[in-house]
């Protein structure tokens, strides 16, 4: 790893800029169900890369050996943005994310340690005192790994200022050169975060030596707005997810952050470098590779953000757009819908139109799988677009997913009145068998007679369907999710049918459920020092 580069040298080198922090891959990841694979991971920190995030939080390296994995490899993938592990401020978890980010070009250790008196007291038990020197020996270490460390006070919302203080000029001392003040409990309103910002940044020794930054939760709806204020009050680095993602209410939005930024500059007088071409599409990304499909009405990223549904609306953008629309939707990456490929479009076509999509398959095998779903896809649907290719390989990519079971062949009977029916044929390694299945209604008949013959034992947990583009021929992308024995996995499945993808997407879930791509939450290891 160069010491040369890091997102904070950027940001001095041109001071009116925030540098835009995204944990989806890590607090985004803690919520329910959303746990990714490796290779979900990678695909999503390509597409992090592309949007010109400056610093992309990988994971928490010491929680597992999964996460380990997944951290090290976004290091190696990653070069624009500097890649960053999450790491409690004790000596084992700062070994591991020093070591996870060693590819990394430019790579980031966040150590952070609660401050709060009820975190301290009731979760750490630890006296304020050894919570200083923890984080103290923290910083010290991860120094030894690289010269950029980011320092967090966890709840620092409902902790004493004079305590915050003192750790951040503890922190400093030590070599932190980012300092976080997070809302981890989404407690926090606008005046009062940007007023603590501002505070923190005049009373603390060294402050004009590192860079200040807000990490805001959503719980009372007003992540963004804090975010916003806090970057008012000083702070020079927003952490935040694609879609909001993250524990429970989610995480700040980074598209809302952003445009926000973007579009009120005569507010904030201060931009990000992010390519807002691309959050529709990583927003997509995030959505189907998670399952936490975006509400309609989402800002930036729901469908309806630039819809216009009554007459007088539709009359005025007819007339003049900004006479309803602040922002314009290709801005944002809508309209991005491109017809690419077609029938008769060969592999290299299809390879070098993913490569400018930004997914490099890994080995022949993921190439020869993904090109043919693409060829049997352009047999069903005229125009394929950009986003069509994205769901194919969604459903592919996975550690090239050990295909035990492929659907082979699927027919239901529906009609009014009675139980729908399925008969499902699953080629299992070359063997073909089928069964008969009725529901409560078409998918739970699908989805029956796949497990009459797999008996895999999982739960249904998440269910989601998606449209990838418009037009009635459009392909419905379904997201299954399975819980089997504390692991939680996720199935893509894409087809012009929605009861194929339905099917598709079962079956994906539990060859991942066969393979070694479930994970554990990684919450669970968060509890203690
Ligand atoms: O919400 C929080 O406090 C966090 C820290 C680990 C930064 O996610
Ligand atoms: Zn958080």
């Known amino acids: 790893m160069t010491a040369t580069h890091t997102a904070r040298d950027a ?37 992090l890369e592309r949007l010109r995030v400056d610093v992309i939080e990988a994971g928490f390296a010491a929680a597992s050996p999964g996460d380990f994995k997944a951290v090290e490899a976004v290091a190696k993938a990653i070069i624009d943005s500097t890649v960053c592990s999450l790491a409690r401020a004790n000596a084992g978890d700062v070994h591991k994310a020093g070591e996870a980010i060693k590819p990394a070009r430019h790579g980031r250790i966040h150590t952070f340690i609660a401050t709060s008196p009820i975190h301290m007291e009731k979760k750490l038990r630890m006296a304020p005192d050894q919570v200083v020197e923890s984080a103290i020996g923290a910083v010290k270490l991860a120094r030894e790994y690289t010269d950029d460390v980011e320092f967090s006070a966890e709840d620092a919302v409902r902790s004493e200022m004079d305590f915050l203080v003192r ?31 501002a505070e923190l940044i005049r009373r603390v020794p060294g402050a004009d030596r590192v860079v200040w930054s807000t990490h805001c939760h959503n719980d009372l709806g007003m992540a963004v707005a804090n ?69 309609p009405n989402k800002a930036v990223v729901g469908a309806n953000a630039f819809a216009h549904e009554s007459g007088i609306h539709q009359d005025g953008v007819l007339k003049n757009r900004e006479t309803y629309e602040i922002m314009r939707a290709q801005d944002v990456g809508w309209d991005t819908n491109r017809l690419t490929l077609g029938k008769l479009s060969g592999r290299n076509a299809f390879r070098a139109r993913l490569a400018e999509l930004g997914h490099v398959f890994t080995s022949d095998a993921e190439l020869a799988q993904a090109f043919a779903r693409f060829k049997d ?63 409560n209604g078409a998918v739970d008949a699908v989805f029956l007679a796949i497990e009459k013959l797999v008996e895999s034992g999982a739960q249904l947990i998440l269910y989601a369907v998606n449209n990838i583009t418009a037009g009635a021929d459009a392909q419905g992308e379904v997201t299954v999710r399975l819980s089997r024995d504390g692991h939680v996995v ?29 994970r554990k939450h990684p919450q669970a290891f968060l509890a203690t020092p």
């Open 11 to 47: 940001a001095s080198a041109a001071t009116e800029r925030v540098i835009i922090f995204d944990t989806t891959l890590r607090d985004g990841e803690q919520s329910p169900g959303a746990a990714m694979t490796q290779d979900a991971k990678l695909r999503v920190a390509r597409q």
């Open 227 to 295: 975010s916003l204020a806090a970057v008012r009050g000083g702070a020079r680095q927003v952490e935040c997810t694609i879609n909001g993602l993250g524990e429970r209410a989610g995480n700040a939005s980074l598209e809302e952050v952003v445009m926000a930024l973007r579009t009120r500059r005569d507010v904030f007088s201060i931009d990000t470098r992010i390519d807002a071409t691309q959050i529709v599409p990583a927003s997509r990304l995030v959505s189907s590779i998670t399952g936490y499909v975006v509400q």
């Open 490 to 518: 996720n199935g893509n499945g894409a087809d012009t049918d929605i009861l194929v993808a339905s099917a598709k997407a079962y079956i994906n879930a539990l060859n991942h459920l066969g393979t070694a791509a479930s």
């Open 167 to 197: 750790i951040f000029t503890a922190a400093i001392e030590a070599g932190a050169t980012t300092i976080n003040v997070p809302d981890t409990v989404g407690y926090s309103v606008p005046e009062q975060w940007g007023t603590r910002m």
């Open 377 to 439: 896809l352009a047999d069903k649907k005229h125009e394929i677009y950009d986003e069509d290719l994205l769901a194919l390989v969604a459903q592919t990519g996975d550690e090239v997913v050990q295909e035990h079971f492929k659907l082979a062949r699927l027919g239901t009977v529906t009609s009014t009145g009675s139980k729908p029916s399925a008969v499902v044929a699953i080629d299992m390694k070359g063997r073909e068998v089928e069964a008969v299945a009725e529901g």
